[in-house]
């Protein structure tokens, strides 16, 4: 039975009043697709440009505190959900906090594992919440509420979802193989030194998050990407609702590019494979604009030709942190994507 604990704490953001393409002074609406580490990056950096940000996030994840979660309690794998919000907190003494808080993971004595072992608090609490109130949207609002989150974040589908795969594998004798990998971190692994040749979302009929699809339906901008790309970023395009959703708004879309091309799940592909990879997955969808670092592309040409094939220009821009790591910088990336914005408003 749900528990109600009474009205929901929403916090009051400035300027909410929706607009489409910027008219009338408003911030853009926003929704950012991916999960993980390349999600919590574009919300760092999209949070500084508007206060009409949702996160819509994979929950596909099988490993870790989120994969031990998903199997005990039957609940959605909460810990990308939980990067995102800590990624929506303000740079504030409460927001700084709060984020520590929920990205804090209990560490056993040495020698003694426990249940705790590597939970992160902020999973716990939200499974927490899913329990008292029974459904998954009111618990995020709930933490994002406590956070101050300057955001929204939903689930992609409001049932756990399972990412398999075709791996082309070398066998014994050097010949070349199909096997077929199942689970998110298993195939994550499995790229490495092998290729991604095929990847399905089960269940196949699985219903999307409704308030994730009126979201996308009223957004100014879609951006999909940075992220793990056959793990993260390319599962918003496997499900069907989503992926219909996705061709038919009227919002502009961006794809985001990753620092690195070659990522254990990507091993042996340039850049413009990631592309021919997103039009294999949804050959309807359309994109405005592909942001990528130029550092990162080896061949321009090809690249660009790839782009063209989505529908999109390649906006070209230094994203990346400067200290070396293929991590995107915020204040950088809120620039590009600014910049974005205002060169696409009616």
Do not use: F
């Given at each position: 039975m749900a528990i109600l604990t009474?009205?929901?704490?929403?916090?009051?953001?400035?300027?909410?009043?929706?607009?489409?393409?910027?008219?009338?002074?408003?911030?853009?609406s926003v929704v950012a697709l991916g999960g993980g580490h390349g999600l919590s990056a574009s919300l760092g950096a999209l949070r500084l440009l508007t206060t009409e940000l949702t996160a819509i996030v994979t929950v596909a994840d099988d490993g870790g505190s989120s994969g031990r979660l998903r199997d005990e309690f039957g609940v959605l794998p909460p810990g990308d959900l939980r990067m995102a919000l800590a990624a929506l907190c303000d740079d504030t003494d409460w927001g700084r906090t709060w984020r520590d808080v929920m990205q804090h993971r209990f560490k056993s004595s040495p020698g003694s594992e426990q249940s705790l072992d590597n939970h992160a608090l902020g999973n716990l609490l939200i499974v927490t919440l899913w329990e008292l109130l029974g459904?998954?949207?009111?618990?995020?609002?709930?933490?994002?509420?406590?956070?101050?989150?300057?955001?929204?974040?939903?689930?992609?589908?409001?049932?756990?979802?399972?990412?398999?795969?075709?791996?082309?594998?070398?066998?014994?004798?050097?010949?070349?193989?199909?096997?077929?990998?199942?689970?998110?971190?298993?195939?994550?692994?499995?790229?490495?030194?092998?290729?991604?040749?095929?990847?399905?979302?089960?269940?196949?009929?699985?219903?999307?998050?409704?308030?994730?699809?009126?979201?996308?339906?009223?957004?100014?901008?879609?951006?999909?990407?940075?992220?793990?790309?056959?793990?993260?970023?390319?599962?918003?395009?496997?499900?069907?609702?989503?992926?219909?959703?996705?061709?038919?708004?009227?919002?502009?879309r961006c794809l985001t590019m990753n620092l690195s091309v070659d990522t254990k799940e990507t091993s042996g592909m340039t850049a413009a494979d990631h592309l021919a990879a997103v039009k294999r997955c949804a050959p309807g969808m359309r994109f405005d604009v592909v942001l990528a670092d130029l550092r990162v592309i080896d061949n321009t040409e090809r690249f660009e030709e790839a782009a063209g094939e989505l529908g999109a220009r390649v906006v070209f821009g230094r994203v990346g942190s400067s200290g070396g790591r293929p991590v995107h910088d915020p204040l950088r990336l809120a620039s590009a994507y600014h910049d974005i914005f205002e060169g696409h408003k009616d």
């Open positions: 009474g009205p929901l704490p929403l916090v009051p953001v400035p300027g909410t009043s929706r607009s489409r393409n910027g008219k009338s002074g408003a911030p853009p459904d998954p949207v009111a618990g995020l609002k709930w933490a994002g509420a406590l956070l101050g989150a300057r955001g929204e974040v939903l689930p992609m589908a409001t049932v756990p979802l399972t990412i398999e795969g075709d791996v082309l594998v070398e066998d014994e004798d050097g010949r070349l193989r199909s096997a077929l990998i199942s689970g998110q971190s298993r195939l994550a692994a499995a790229g490495r030194n092998s290729h991604v040749n095929d990847v399905r979302l089960l269940p196949d009929d699985a219903p999307a998050c409704v308030e994730a699809l009126n979201a996308i339906e009223y957004a100014d901008w879609v951006i999909l990407g940075p992220g793990s790309w056959y793990t993260s970023v390319l599962p918003h395009l496997m499900l069907t609702e989503m992926r219909e959703a996705l061709c038919n708004t009227q919002a502009r």
